[in-house]
């Protein structure tokens, strides 16, 4: 069995309070522009979209 990532090295987007899935607000990277993002992945033949 294969476990894959699919990940955009291009992709840029800001980490922000919406999109953190943490319980906790107090991130540093919040209003942080990044670069890169997982878009799917494979694991143990479950799919998992971004």
Same mark, same amino acid.
């Given at each position: 069995?294969?476990?894959?990532?699919?990940?955009?090295?291009? &992709? &840029?987007? &800001?980490?922000?309070?919406?999109?953190?899935?943490?319980?906790?607000?107090?991130?540093?990277?919040?209003?942080?522009?990044?670069?890169?993002?997982?878009?799917?992945?494979?694991?143990?033949?479950?799919?998992?979209?971004?």
């Amino acid at each position: 069995k294969a476990n894959l990532v699919v990940f955009d090295v291009k &992709e &840029e987007w &800001e980490y922000n309070r919406k999109n953190n899935l943490s319980k906790s607000y107090n991130s540093p990277f919040i209003g942080q522009k990044l670069k890169g993002r997982v878009l799917l992945t494979c694991n143990n033949n479950r799919l998992f979209k971004s």
